[in-house]
């Protein structure tokens, strides 16, 4: 038996609703299982602690079984649950018992929320269990109910479910300690089933609200990526301006420098780019496309950025810049951009216009296998000026791995082709300096 599904029963098991068979499977496991018997005794001492018990004298109790169970593989649930304990101290007293009680319920419950994605999936079964069973003794079963499906409807990716729900809830339980926490969720199901006009809406709310400064970083690196699906430039860069002028949101300000970094790009602002990119590599781990788009942005600044305007534009436009990305290898073959436009060249998208199949790039860069893959290309009349860069390509390759007889030769043979572009101009660069190096030998 799965450990997960034996600890799915656990809470039926201890209270014996299971029907014989499963009762004997589960009990069967138990005596064989070394984790799921650590973490079932586990879960009797919590639930009997929280059955003997009203919610206000829990840490009392706490203190006898928390530092065993410490050392037991559910220490994260734990923790949680000593988290919420150690509040109890602080509540009011002076509340009156029944909704005193619902009080701290709700709060532990918000309090696990926040550890969610922390648990492994059999923990978060258990907490869950563990917090249907405070809510019966508090008389909230109905309101965690609700809350738990919402949370396993958006686990299971049923959006749209989860949206009407979470609605309904949020009008069922106006003044429940929870209402933050699920209208929060609430945009976040909106934003991710891409109904991004309503998701606005919701962010727009919270962030009047106080939260914490974390939490503000987070939505608001959402706020901003809604505005930029919803093509809403001047709303994109206010929000992102407002998380990159404010180091404390952390992790979403290097997002948000990114993130501007990367539309500054797009729009051909490369200096601002460069900058924006240089301070985020400064701070951050290297990201190889980060450091590749500099390089191209470095190598360009003398053309004016005209061959990375091409590049940006083919990725745009699509097929209309196709043209763009033949100047880029004809003109600019030794740009580090080349092979990036030459792979575009190659993608079923441009295909279409000279109608070929080609074999797909390698997946393996060895040297070998890329110079056969580029010779097979050149031989490919209609590919055009793209083959005459694979035939480049094959030549530097040969040269690289000093196979000097051969790459002459297709130095030669570029030429003969393109005497008068800067393919053929270079290739007679080459030529020359094979001459010489064969004269020396
Ligand atoms: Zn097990």
């Known amino acids: 038996m799965d450990c997960l599904l034996v600890k799915q029963d656990f809470f039926s098991y201890m209270d014996g609703n299971l029907d014989k068979e499963k009762e004997e499977l589960i009990t069967h496991h138990l005596e064989n299982c070394y984790e799921c018997s650590s973490e079932f005794a586990d879960y009797i001492v919590i639930v009997n602690a929280i059955s003997n018990s009203t919610p206000s004298i829990w840490h009392e109790k706490h203190n006898k079984f928390v530092p065993y169970t410490y050392i037991r593989r559910v220490a994260i649930l734990l923790m949680t649950f000593s988290i919420a304990w150690g509040i109890y101290y602080f509540v009011n007293i002076n509340r009156e018992l029944h909704s005193k009680e619902k009080v701290e319920v709700l709060s532990l419950i918000t309090k696990n929320l926040q550890y969610r994605n922390l648990l492994s999936e059999s923990s978060l079964v258990i907490t869950r269990q563990m917090e249907y069973k405070l809510a019966i003794k508090t008389g909230l079963e109905r309101q965690i109910k609700d809350l738990h499906s919402i949370e396993i409807l958006c686990e299971n990716k049923e959006y749209s479910q989860a949206i009407i729900r979470q609605k309904k809830f949020l009008s069922d339980y106006p003044k429940t300690l929870l209402q933050k926490y699920v209208y929060m969720n609430l945009a976040y199901t909106l934003k991710t089933s891409k109904r991004y006009k309503d998701a606005i809406g919701y962010f727009k709310n919270i962030l009047k609200q106080p939260i914490q400064e974390q939490e503000r970083g987070k939505l608001l690196w959402n706020l901003s990526k809604c505005y930029l699906k919803l093509n809403l430039e001047k709303?994109?860069?206010?929000?992102?301006?407002?998380?990159?002028?404010?180091?404390?949101?952390?992790?979403?300000?290097?997002?948000?420098?990114?993130?501007?970094?990367?539309?500054?790009?797009?729009?051909?602002?490369?200096?601002?780019?460069?900058?924006?990119?240089?301070?985020?590599?400064?701070?951050?781990?290297?990201?190889?496309?980060?450091?590749?788009?500099?390089?191209?942005?470095?190598?360009?600044?003398?053309?004016?950025?005209?061959?990375?305007?091409?590049?940006?534009?083919?990725?745009?436009?699509?097929?209309?810049?196709?043209?763009?990305?033949?100047?880029?290898?004809?003109?600019?073959?030794?740009?580090?951009?080349?092979?990036?436009?030459?792979?575009?060249?190659?993608?079923?998208?441009?295909?279409?216009?000279?109608?070929?199949?080609?074999?797909?790039?390698?997946?393996?860069?060895?040297?070998?296998?890329?110079?056969?893959?580029?010779?097979?290309?050149?031989?490919?009349?209609?590919?055009?000026?793209?083959?005459?860069?694979?035939?480049?390509?094959?030549?530097?390759?040969?040269?690289?791995?000093?196979?000097?007889?051969?790459?002459?030769?297709?130095?030669?043979?570029?030429?003969?082709?393109?005497?008068?572009?800067?393919?053929?101009?270079?290739?007679?660069?080459?030529?020359?300096?094979?001459?010489?190096?064969?004269?020396?030998?």
């Open 235 to 441: 709303q994109y860069l206010t929000t992102v301006d407002r998380l990159g002028t404010n180091i404390s949101y952390s992790q979403y300000y290097w997002k948000a420098i990114r993130s501007k970094a990367d539309y500054e790009f797009q729009k051909y602002n490369f200096l601002k780019a460069e900058v924006l990119y240089s301070k985020y590599l400064e701070n951050n781990q290297k990201i190889p496309y980060i450091a590749e788009k500099l390089s191209w942005i470095k190598y360009h600044k003398n053309e004016n950025f005209y061959p990375l305007i091409l590049f940006v534009q083919a990725k745009q436009k699509g097929i209309d810049a196709y043209y763009g990305l033949k100047i880029i290898l004809s003109q600019y073959p030794d740009s580090p951009l080349a092979l990036h436009a030459f792979k575009m060249c190659l993608s079923p998208e441009y295909l279409n216009v000279i109608g070929n199949e080609i074999p797909s790039f390698p997946i393996k860069h060895d040297t070998n296998k890329l110079i056969s893959y580029f010779s097979d290309l050149s031989m490919i009349q209609s590919l055009c000026e793209i083959s005459d860069y694979a035939l480049y390509r094959k030549a530097i390759l040969l040269e690289k791995e000093q196979k000097y007889e051969l790459a002459y030769k297709v130095y030669i043979k570029i030429v003969s082709k393109q005497e008068d572009n800067t393919l053929g101009k270079i290739s007679k660069k080459a030529i020359l300096r094979l001459s010489k190096q064969r004269r020396s030998i």
